[in-house]
């Protein structure tokens, strides 16, 4: 049985590495994100993908569309277990949670202080 991290990696090769900005697993659920998802529509992928005799759920996202419900919703990068990733995404990636965090926290400062 592969690990996790051997799960993605197949995955990712399967569907072809120049396109995949990141990816992920939970459970039997897999995460990728594509860059130009939205542009290419002559490209398609499966919803379900087979990797050593277990079946996935693939979840795709375009990479911009990705990043843009990251603002709203970071828990859609947090529950899964990251394991392939271009270095340049994940940067901005984990810039902008940083961000959500600082944000969040000078919410909470501001929110006490004013009593």
Known sequence: MLSDKEVVLSAVETLGKWDIMLAGIKDNELL???KRRDNDVSKSYPDTLEVDGRTFNVKYYD???YF???RSDETIFRKY???YFVKVYMRKVLDTLAYLEVEKLSNEFRSTDSF
Request: aromatic share 0%; charged share 15%.
């Open 81 to 83: 277990n990251i394991v």
């Open 63 to 65: 990479s911009e569309e």
């Open 68 to 70: 843009n419900l990251l």
């Open 32 to 34: 990728m994100v594509i």
